[in-house]
């Protein structure tokens, strides 16, 4: 096959999906609907107060908080394959690199505003600023958080600098859409020089992104291990987060990797082997988390401190012991042995036992976060019998789908106006490959 | 006055070249700045107010040291709030051999600080250590620790530490993250849910942080070792209103505490030697402010279910 | 359950029994109010009662009074009104547990009050003939103070307004603190030249100086008492720093550790340079392409 012929078909096949279709719209359309719907509650709580929700006093911080962990966890895989992976040499993460990095752009972003959702006087924001106190770990998550989807988001954009231009190039894009691709391809013309300052550039973000991705969700963890809190109270739980979020961010991209291959008919591009490997990687980063649960609740588990032990009873044989046993062998235990098999590491298995995994990943940030405060270490009295326990209101779980709408919705736009595969890369490589 | 401006131009020009490292220089400059600044404005806003004098003067104040025929303004509460009582360390000291849940603390308490029922700045906790040992009452206000991990935590400096002991937190900064509940190992903190209970009453009064006096929606709200009283030489609303002589409130400066139902002043060293004084959870390093005398001779009956309130108010 | 109420309810019995007698000294019950009862003497009185008895020993005739160990009791009772009105004066003065002492809270006066409200309930009262004028007119007492660092005592002496000494005469020495007066020793009675002498303790915590303010008092039992107050440098020097002055993970953000200053700005600086180099290169970029 003739080399131009190739770039051509593979151009052609990545740019199919881009731009507006009409299941795009009716895609589009149902999304905003639902989010339409969703926005109507948090007006309801901007109204009448966080009261809507079911926190009370003694647990103050429920499905928002841990939902915003989740969040944080999930953006965490744009750094384990672009970075980790990229930079170890692994030439197989080319195609799927970028899904990564939507994923990881659009869950960042997000988390901020989920935090915003959560706060009693969202429109006091700007004091987080004015009056800022280093001290607070929510500060440092400010920080860490806007410093990752900036790093993200340049992550992004730099290696879609000259995809971009080769849209822009593009004759059956309406006008005002090429014109967007020429603006923001920054007059690329593949020079040497330009091609050496974007290398230069994605490699000093690669390096960037490995401290400050572990600290994001490092740092997230010491919203809790910061506190004298029993079950929070721990000093593994800056690992233990960070490998959660591993697993949780290798499912997203699982996800997305089945639909975007079936949606947009990438199968030439993300194949089989692309899950096969994903597989091994989810099986390798669920390993990991399933070490640091171990070290997480056998530890305590043994020495059985007063207020740890009402906080494990809780959750290993209480009112939390379904939820808690199913997500950790629905959403760890399972997935590994059944991805140790060769044949279920194919794209539609995978991608059922990766729904699993992130569900379970979510249900399991919420155990991290109520259980611990219904068991404070002075008894709950005197006071109304939902202040003892915590049970998520509609309304709080329509805010809650917002988020992971909103989501959804960036995902959809970055993927249908930008390649979700890297074209000029996959060509180089291809070219490369032939020589 | 161009002599004085050529350093100034060099030295912009310096920080242009510097380029990126002039940018950080700058914020940390800019921290810096702001802590000396803090220090230097504490008393000042920096906003000028004009004033008719008793005399028909045109006089020029800062709005923070204004006060409006007595009442003063939301600034000049703030402020005086931060600095607290010179040369004083308010202590507390709870008797719970004394205690027999009477309640009236609370009552008190949840009175002047315009609370819900379910809403506690202190509150009464039925304990038993273990199994075997004689179940007591504990009232339980916020511990004023002077090493406090709910103002640790704060992101907005709206809870602070005051250099006389309490406390307190400022419902005009506060953004709502209830960090500091999540925080506290004492549950000492409440939240204001939903609109507060005297929300229509109280609309128009001006804020006073020693006395969190309007409540606001969406902020916290906690003991304050009643500091608009202390201000005043009184003792504490739930001092003063319990009936068994559970309290003792004084300046541990003066090794003194007065007890809040007979009035008798003791030192508070003597006190606390003698009765076996301890403070909370002491292994938290948390420092606490109130001190406990144990539950010796407990003689009342313990009430098996106390009488919860089940409903929400 | 039913066990341990059981074991509850001998437990009351047996502290019932034991807690019955509150003795009374017999010249206590002997005294006799200096106040004529009266039915306005009653209703304030009654002002006082409900402000300070009333949450443990209910509303007088009504019995429903707390139910605690020893039982408070309905003061309308005979266990009461059997007792001489100098005996109530004894027991409200001194409480004992779990009954708060209500020396410093009541002044004598309103004590007396209090009496005449329980009294009000019974017919068959009869007052005993008041008091006369205590011992001592004590409004024409002076007080010299006079410090004898040597011994560390605090001489007083006691005069009347002809300055001859008042012997036998109560005195008492506090000293001032924020919210009350503290009592140092015990009352002291005045020898036969009108002198007392405290001994001072050394521990005493003063103000920056040093200095306390100490009051004397002559006990009179109408109310009237002679009072002197005198600035002395008696006091431990205290000059504590505010609490606020230590660098600490709870201070404001200008006293935190510096260790957290340094590293939050190096960090946040380092970072952020290499993205604004980094955008400033795809800026330059975009300006070279434009000029080509």
């Known amino acids: 096959m003739e080399p131009i012929n190739l770039s051509e078909k593979i151009t052609t096949d990545i740019l199919r999906p881009v731009g507006i279709t009409k299941s795009f719209k009716i895609w589009m359309t149902a999304l905003l609907v639902a989010f339409g719907i969703c926005i109507y509650a948090y007006t309801l709580q901007l109204r009448n107060g966080l009261g809507v929700t079911g926190l009370r006093d003694y647990i103050s911080w429920g499905m928002y908080i841990a939902n915003f962990v989740f969040f944080v966890a999930s953006s965490l895989i744009g750094m384990l394959i672009s970075a980790v992976l990229g930079l170890s040499g692994a030439k197989w993460i080319t195609p799927i690199a970028r899904i990564a990095e939507i994923i990881a752009l659009a869950f960042a972003s997000v988390a901020g505003l989920v935090i915003i959702s959560d706060m009693g006087r969202p429109e006091r924001l700007p004091n987080v600023f004015i009056y800022g106190r280093i001290q607070s770990p929510i500060l440092w998550d400010v920080t860490v958080v806007t410093t990752y989807v900036v790093i993200s988001a340049l992550l992004l954009y730099l290696p879609l600098i000259p995809d971009l231009a080769i849209c822009s190039r593009r004759m059956d894009t309406p006008p005002w859409l090429r014109k967007i691709y020429r603006l923001m391809s920054l007059g690329w013309s593949g020079t040497p020089e330009q091609t050496a300052m974007i290398q230069k550039c994605t490699r000093i973000l690669l390096i960037l992104i490995v401290p400050v991705a572990l600290a994001i969700h490092t740092v997230t963890s010491w919203l809790f291990a910061a506190t004298p809190r029993a079950g929070w109270n721990s000093s593994v739980f800056g690992p233990y987060f960070v490998s959660g979020a591993f697993v949780a961010g290798a499912a997203a991209v699982i996800i997305a990797m089945y639909f975007f291959r079936r949606n947009y008919k990438l199968h030439d591009y993300i194949t089989d082997s692309h899950f096969d490997k994903m597989g091994k990687l989810l099986v390798l980063v669920s390993l990991v988390y399933l070490y640091f649960n171990i070290n997480e609740f056998l530890v305590p588990g043994y020495k059985l401190e007063k207020a740890e032990a009402k906080y494990l009873h809780e959750i290993f044989a209480g009112r939390y012991a379904v939820l808690f046993w199913s997500a950790q062998l629905l959403g760890v235990i399972i997935p590994i042995i059944l991805l140790l098999i060769k044949s279920v590491r194919k794209p539609l298995p995978m991608m059922i036992i990766a729904a699993f995994v992130l569900a379970a990943s979510w249900i399991k940030r919420l155990l991290i976060v109520v259980p611990t405060q219904e068991h404070p270490f002075l008894p709950i009295q005197y006071v109304p019998q939902n202040f003892k326990f915590y049970t998520p209101t509609l309304t709080e779980t329509l805010i809650t789908l917002a988020s992971i709408i909103l989501v959804l919705i960036i995902v959809t736009i970055l993927s249908k106006f930008f390649p979700v595969i890297p074209i000029e890369e996959t060509i180089n490589e291809l070219k490369h490959g032939d020589k | ?313 | ?292």
């Open chain 3, 1 to 292: 359950m039913k066990k341990y109420g059981l074991l509850i309810l001998l437990l009351i019995i047996v502290v019932r029994l034991n807690a019955q007698s509150w003795e009374v000294p017999d010249d206590k019950k002997a005294k006799v109010s200096p106040v004529q009862f009266s039915s306005e003497t009653a209703k304030k009185g009654e002002v006082i009662f409900l402000r300070n008895c009333q949450s443990c020993h209910g509303n007088p005739t009504k019995g429903n009074f707390a139910n605690l160990i020893p039982s408070p009791g309905d003061p309308a009772t005979d266990k009461f009104q059997k007792q001489t009105d100098g005996a109530l004066f004894y027991k409200i003065t001194t409480g004992r547990s779990p009954m708060p002492q209500f020396k410093d809270v009541l002044t004598e006066e309103e004590r007396w009050q209090v009496i005449s409200y329980f009294r009000s309930f019974n017919k068959n009262y009869v007052q005993p003939p008041v008091a006369s004028a205590s011992k001592v007119a004590a409004k024409q007492a002076a007080l010299t103070v006079v410090w004898e660092a040597a011994s560390r005592k605090l001489k007083v002496t006691a005069s009347d307004t002809l300055k001859r000494s008042l012997k036998g005469v109560g005195v008492l020495l506090f000293v001032k603190r924020y919210f009350g007066n503290m009592q140092i020793g015990e009352e002291m009675t005045t020898n036969d030249s009108g002198i007392v002498r405290f001994d001072f303790p050394k521990d005493i915590p003063g103000d920056k100086t040093g200095n306390l303010d100490l009051i004397i008092r002559i006990n009179s039992e109408k109310g009237d008492d002679v009072q002197k107050t005198v600035r002395l440098p008696l006091g431990v020097i205290v000059d504590k720093p505010p609490l606020t002055l230590p660098r600490a993970m709870w201070n404001v953000v200008w006293k935190s550790p510096v260790w957290l200053l340094l590293a939050y700005f190096l960090v946040v600086i380092g970072v952020w340079s290499f993205l604004i180099y980094i955008i400033y290169q795809l800026v330059k970029m975009k300006r070279r392409a434009g000029n080509v």
């Open chain 2, 1 to 313: 006055m161009e002599d004085k401006e050529k350093p100034k131009t060099s030295r912009r020009k310096f920080l242009e070249n510097l380029g990126l490292l002039g940018t950080g220089a700058l914020a940390a400059s800019a921290a810096v700045y702001s802590g000396y600044h803090y220090e230097h404005s504490k008393n000042k806003t920096g906003r000028k107010i004009k004033v008719l004098t008793a005399d028909n003067q045109l006089a020029e104040v800062d709005a923070g040291s204004l006060t409006i025929s007595g009442k003063p303004t939301l600034t000049a509460l703030q402020m005086r709030g931060r600095e607290g009582i010179k040369h004083r360390r308010w202590v507390m000291i709870i008797d719970l051999s004394k205690c027999r849940n009477a309640r009236k603390c609370i009552a008190a308490c949840q009175e002047a600080h315009h609370l819900r029922p379910e809403q506690y700045h202190i509150n009464t906790l039925q304990m038993q250590e273990s199994e075997k040992t004689a179940p007591f009452f504990m009232p339980k206000p916020c511990q004023h620790c002077d090493n406090p991990p709910c103002v640790s935590v704060c992101p907005v400096d709206a809870t602070f530490k005051r250099p006389d002991g309490p406390v307190l937190i400022d419902n005009e900064r506060c953004i709502g993250c209830r960090f500091c509940i999540a925080a506290c190992p004492y549950s000492a903190r409440s939240f204001n849910w939903i609109e507060p209970k005297f929300a229509n009453q109280d609309k128009g009064k001006t804020y006073d942080v020693e006395l969190n006096v309007p409540q606001k929606k969406g902020t916290i709200t906690k003991c304050l070792f009643s500091s608009d009283r202390i201000r005043e030489g009184k003792l504490p609303y739930c001092v003063s209103a319990c009936p068994n002589g559970v309290y003792y409130f004084g300046d541990e400066n003066e090794d003194a505490v007065t007890n809040g139902t007979t009035k008798e002043t003791v030192r508070l060293s003597k006190l606390l030697r003698d009765n076996g004084g301890y403070r909370l959870m002491e292994e938290l390093g948390t420092k606490p402010r109130v001190y406990y005398l144990p539950p010796k001779n407990r003689l009342f009956p313990f009430p098996e279910e106390g009488n919860i309130i089940e409903k929400e108010g």
